[in-house]
């Protein structure tokens, strides 16, 4: 093959499209045809001065495509960035002839195994944006200088794909910017109006049964219409806790204070809050003398936060059998989960469950926030959050956090802690 039917190749695998397979020909082409060790393609990014090499093939290595080396400064490169800029090819043959005094280049290319290397400028609207470089890691070219004068043909043959290829590029990277956006604003809508429901819920039930309240004379009616305004004070104050907290995570605001503190009080105290709660065919347990007593150094309002979360769903949907609260070690972590007999859910939505404003149940109560925060608090707190569920078979939302253990004396003496199993059982 001669440098005429080299580019002819190049010429028809690249404008035949800007795809990684065609790429990766042309590139393979040139290294047999040149014979030499590696291939890249660089960009200049003029506000960060600062080289990026975006695409590369090496002779001993299979894989080609997207490079993850490091980004180069002008600086390291002065003198191939000042001819480059100029628009001029660089033809190295050995390091010698390098100019004197441009020790940042000699280096460059030492550290990289380079012993000769040719350089030619990649335009984009008659500016230099980059260049194609390929270098041999012997004391020699395996072509003539002659032949390597046709190279700036091929560059410009790579310029109108790369050129391409970065519209293309660009053009999907706006159009999800804009779908994007439209989701935003979706969502954004979709959130006023959930809320705006939400909010007058529980005030229009505060407003109302607190008249009733003032002109009941009965002591047990009171009592009653009182139990239920104090539930939609606890819905309305919910609400407004969510929406601060997702305010403060959108921010990166949201606080966390670490402190060493005892999975089985956090749970005890979190059985305490929710045993009551339940429907009356619902059984809430936590078999305490199942579970050891665990030291964790993490916030325990936020570890708290994220159970209660999980109880009060399955609450909200388990109208019978029971509510399960557990946790066990799994390597290195400890895994919580909270079970449930309730509705479940299929397996198409487990994808969207912990994402904001997410509600499979239009006519349930909430803003669909609970579990969006859950996943960013676990997160935070280096855990992982998941579910396991069937449409009417249940589900269990579990997360787990970075252990440390540690035996400690029994929070209660042995009459209370009997107490307190044969609520839990």
């Not at 790429?23 to 590696?38: E, G």
Request: aromatic content about 8%; hydrophobic content about 40%.
């Amino acid at each position: 093959m001669d440098i005429k039917q080299l580019f002819a190749e190049i010429n028809l695998l690249l404008l035949q499209s800007d795809k990684k397979e065609n790429m990766d020909k042309a590139m393979q082409i040139m290294l047999d045809y040149f014979d030499l060790d590696w291939i890249y393609v660089a960009f200049f990014d003029e506000e960060n001065a600062l080289v990026h090499c975006v695409y590369e093939m090496m002779r001993e290595k299979e894989d080609a495509g997207l490079t993850s080396r490091p980004s180069l400064s002008f600086e390291n490169m002065s003198w191939t960035m000042k001819n480059i800029s100029a628009g001029n090819d660089l033809l190295v043959k050995n390091l010698e002839d390098i100019p004197t005094g441009e020790e940042s280049d000699l280096h460059l290319m030492r550290s990289n195994g380079m012993k000769s290397f040719i350089a030619t400028p990649l335009f984009f609207n008659d500016e230099v944006k980059g260049f194609i470089g390929l270098s041999s890691r012997r004391n020699r070219l395996g072509r003539t200088q002659e032949e390597f004068k046709d190279l700036p043909r091929i560059a410009h043959i790579f310029s109108i794909v790369l050129e391409r290829y970065q519209q293309r590029i660009s053009l999907e990277r706006k159009e999800k910017e804009l779908m994007d956006a439209q989701e935003a604003n979706r969502l954004k809508s979709a959130f006023i109006s959930n809320i705006s429901h939400e909010i007058r819920t529980p005030l229009n039930a505060i407003v109302g049964f607190s008249s009733i309240i003032a002109e009941t004379e009965n002591l047990e009616e009171r009592l009653y219409y009182q139990g239920i305004v104090d539930k939609n004070n606890d819905m309305l104050l919910q609400i407004i806790a969510d929406m601060m907290d997702l305010s403060k995570m959108e921010s990166g605001e949201l606080d966390y204070e670490y402190t060493e503190v005892n999975l089985k009080q956090i749970c005890l105290d979190i059985f305490r809050q929710f045993a009551n709660q339940t429907a009356p065919d619902v059984s809430f347990l936590f078999h305490m003398e199942q579970h050891p007593d665990l030291i964790l150094l993490t916030d325990e309002n936020r570890v708290k936060q994220v159970i209660a979360h999980f109880v009060k769903n399955a609450c909200k949907f388990t109208s019978a059998g029971s509510i399960v609260l557990s946790y066990r070690i799994v390597d290195n972590k400890v895994r919580v989960s909270v079970s449930d007999t309730g509705i479940g859910i299929a397996p198409e939505h487990h994808k969207d469950i912990f994402k904001h404003f997410k509600k499979l149940d239009s006519f349930s109560q909430g803003i669909g926030l609970g579990l969006s925060i859950s996943k960013s608090i676990v997160e935070s707190l280096d855990g992982e959050i998941g579910l396991n569920s069937l449409s009417g078979k249940g589900s269990t939302f579990w997360f787990t956090l970075p252990l440390k253990e540690k035996v400690i004396t029994p929070l209660y003496p042995p009459q209370e802690e009997k107490r307190v199993i044969s609520k839990c059982s």
